[in-house]
């Protein structure tokens, strides 16, 4: 069973610049949440993907923009990045019809904006 | 909406020593409940969940947590900590039947102090 990976783990950017971070999900899984982890703090829910489509939203601007691909990876793209962007980005899979809420987390991608 | 509260923001305990990391929940619906643990540089990993039945639900390493819903309260116990425990530890809610949206505490840092 192949977990759920993300790339690129580390990465450094400068205000206004635009960022993609990449996941793939567990084998099996269709469903993918991003969540943001700033430095001390739990991880916000950003956006959650179901079957290509987004299927909820936390409380992040438009510039925080996501895709679902058929095969279930998926993106996050980020513009006009901001200082405050900076933080870990972790990427979670899961099943929908399992209806437990046990998400499964890659190991995320640490955003560095300078 | 459901939020989470983490109290204590850093424990530290002697080896071998007992703890409680402390959680509370607020919700207007049925929910369910889970604890995280987050190693220094890693994803977060599933411990444990309370969904039905039970309410003092275990862990495979030998932590517990007791549903508590007169208190809206889910701490997280350990008889006998060891140094391998040292990590940061994050509850989290998902109104049951819901769509995934998990809301996370702030997160409990547990030092084990040889």
């Known amino acids: 069973e192949t977990g759920v990976t993300q790339s690129p783990t580390h990465l450094i950017k400068t205000r206004g610049q635009q960022v993609t971070l990449r996941c793939s999900s567990q084998s099996g899984h269709n469903t993918v949440s991003w969540y943001q982890q700033a430095l001390g703090q739990g991880p916000q829910f950003i956006f959650q993907?179901?079957?290509?489509?987004?299927?909820g939203r936390g409380n992040f601007p438009p510039r925080f923009s996501g895709l679902q691909f058929p095969n279930y990876s998926s993106e996050l793209n980020v513009n006009a990045l901001e200082l405050d962007d900076s933080a870990l980005y972790l990427c979670?899979?899961?099943?929908?019809?399992?209806?437990?809420?046990?998400?499964?987390f890659g190991e995320g991608s640490r955003l560095t904006v300078l | 909406a459901q939020s989470v509260t983490q109290l204590d923001s850093q424990v530290p305990v002697f080896e071998e020593a007992p703890v409680e990391l402390r959680c509370n929940y607020s919700?207007?619906?049925?929910?369910?409940l889970f604890w995280y643990v987050q190693y220094p540089n890693q994803g977060l990993q599933l411990l444990l969940k309370y969904l039905s039945g039970s309410t003092l639900v275990e862990s495979i390493n030998g932590f517990e947590a007791e549903f508590n819903k007169s208190q809206t309260s889910f701490h997280l116990r350990k008889p006998s900590v060891h140094i391998s425990d040292t990590a940061e530890y994050f509850c989290?809610?998902?109104?049951?039947?819901?769509?995934?949206?998990?809301?996370f505490g702030t997160g409990t840092k547990l030092q084990v102090i040889p």
């Open positions: 993907y179901y079957r290509e489509e987004e299927n």
């Open positions: 979670a899979s899961s099943l929908a019809q399992a209806n437990t809420g046990e998400l499964f």
């Open positions: 989290a809610v998902i109104r049951s039947g819901g769509y995934q949206k998990v809301t």
């Open positions: 919700s207007s619906v049925s929910v369910y």
